[in-house]
């Protein structure tokens, strides 16, 4: 097993592009979930077992080089896809009355919260990772028509490069969990949405037929705060 405390450059480096013309370039294809990772342990498409323990401000991108074996001829190159982000501008927020901007925040974040999606909140941008189908997700915004809201789709990559490692951790680790909803003798549905930060805030839809004590789990879909 290869330990990686460090990647050694990327592809798109000239000095890897002209090595990588002479050697064979062996995948390590990382799923979303897994690229946010600084600690995994996965195999390589030729075999190559890696033990990656990255600092914690680091992530893996698309391209890194994780391992070169000169002798054989061999480059280990992370291979990550990252999805599409939904990307929530609230241009010009700051100008509006302070009701308008409790109004506006309260409406998008139960909006958000009711569909379990995570996201990142980094100045007046909400970034919100795809979760389902593009298609649904931007009729799920047409549908709310926020006030003072602006949205659009980006490349992940794009995105991720914003982003610090913990935030890159936070919206893209947990972005294909899939929220469920548990019956019982009782009809019990949960809708939470967790803002992480300086506060926290819940958004609930309960409707409860109970007659007898009983535990639920709880389905949360996380979000991190930064001014």
Known sequence: MILVETTLGNLRDPLWQERSRNAKVDPLTLEQWEAPKNRLRKESEGGIELAISLPRSQHLHDGDV???????????????ALKDVLVIELEGIEKLSPAEIVRTCFELGHGLGNQ???AVIKGSTVYVPLSVDQKVMASVMRTHA???VKTRFA???????????????LLFAGADATPHHHHGN???GHDHAHTDGHGHSHAHDHPHDHHHDHSHPHDHANAVVKP
Do not use: M, Q, Y
Request: proline share 5%.
């Open 186 to 188: 009782g009809a019990h």
């Open 66 to 80: 994780l391992h070169f074996d000169e002798a054989a001829g061999v480059i280990v190159v992370a291979r990550v």
């Open 146 to 148: 926020f006030e003072h």
């Open 116 to 118: 379990h999606w995570p």
């Open 155 to 169: 490349p992940g990559e794009e995105i991720a490069a914003k982003l610090d490692a913990r935030e890159v951790r």
